[in-house]
């Protein structure tokens, strides 16, 4: 190995075993600090006792109005075309497999959501480390073969269960005396269009494998490099990051493949108490075009390694 990279791994490794300390420290002695400039979070400590240091995510308005909800059925029909008969990580994908799957993103609809906020950034692995820490929980299982980069403070948090993901929404809003959650499915979906009209991705209408961080070369489950930096890709038109690949995100919502054809037009959110749930923007193990549409759902159970979430920060009605 040559002298540069094994220097490169030497700094990689001192820098996240010194952020490991700072966040052991922070805990110990509740010291306030602010992120550095390119950071998405703020750490924060209340008047008390080291149990208050808590972390606010950066977070964008999405203002109140109607969006077009779920997959046209041109743009299913492409992807039919697209991919019938072909062979995706050793599974033969037949045309009834895919009309299964995008049945499951239509009909398109009419959705009117409130204002809210949302995280510019997913949580990140330094993040969740203080939450771990303050609230005495375990890590997500490591799995350094399936994400090399498990480890790494500015990496998102992944491995996460739907619970876990609740329970780090509910302790962050007790520590900032704000309303904190996961977003509704309705609400990813139109955080993840940027306030485009018609758009397929994030971005726009076409695919842009520069945009995202995904298996761009269909490699096997353990030669894949693993997550990437929050924040290493381009924006969408709110400022948000990361909202196609990287790693698959959490929703309020239970899964429910037929729940577009009796959702109501406002404020939707499926049965949150159903055994699985919505998974939303693709991970950093997928292939596909498909998989990173602002459409496209996945059912959610226990975790495998590729679950990570980002939290809605509620608006709470001005009195009159």
């Known amino acids: 190995m040559k002298h540069s990279t094994l220097l490169r791994i030497n700094v990689e490794v001192a820098s996240n075993l010194f952020m490991n300390l700072f966040l052991c420290a922070l805990i110990a002695q509740g010291s306030t600090v602010l992120a550095s400039p390119n950071s998405s979070l703020q750490i924060k400590k209340q008047k008390g006792t080291s149990s208050h240091t808590y972390i606010e995510p950066k977070s964008v308005l999405i203002p109140a109005g109607s969006f077009q909800m779920g997959l046209d059925r041109g743009q299913a029909e ?10 995706v990580a050793g599974v033969f994908i037949t045309e009834e497999m895919l009309r ?22 997913l949580v990140t692995v330094g993040e969740y480390k203080i939450f771990c820490l303050a609230t005495h929980r375990r890590m997500p299982p490591r799995v350094p073969k399936f994400n090399l980069q498990w480890h790494k403070n500015n990496h998102p948090i992944v491995g996460v269960s739907h619970e876990d993901a609740n329970a780090y929404c509910q302790w962050l809003s007790r520590m900032t005396g704000k309303s904190y959650r996961l977003p509704s499915e309705a609400e990813w979906e139109k955080a993840a269009r940027g306030g485009l009209k018609g758009t397929l991705y994030p971005w726009g209408k076409r695919f842009d494998p520069k945009r995202l961080h995904f298996n761009r070369f269909n490699r096997s489950l353990f030669t894949v490099s693993g997550t990437a930096p929050v924040g290493s890709y381009p924006p969408n038109g709110y400022g948000l990051f990361d909202m196609a690949g990287n790693t698959a995100q959490w929703c309020l919502d239970g899964y429910d493949p037929t729940y577009y054809r009796i959702s109501p037009k406002r404020n939707p959110i499926s049965n949150p108490l159903n055994d699985t749930h919505v998974l939303r923007g693709g991970h950093f193990f997928d292939t596909d075009e498909d998989r990173f549409t602002c459409a496209n759902r996945m059912r959610g159970g226990s975790p495998v390694g590729i679950e990570g979430f980002r939290c809605v920060l509620e608006i709470k009605p001005p009195f009159h």
């Open 78 to 87: 492409y992807f039919v075309r697209k991919y019938k008969d072909k062979t």
């Open 100 to 121: 299964s799957q995008y049945s499951e993103q239509t009909p398109k609809h009419t959705v009117f959501l409130k204002a809210y906020r949302i995280s510019k950034n």
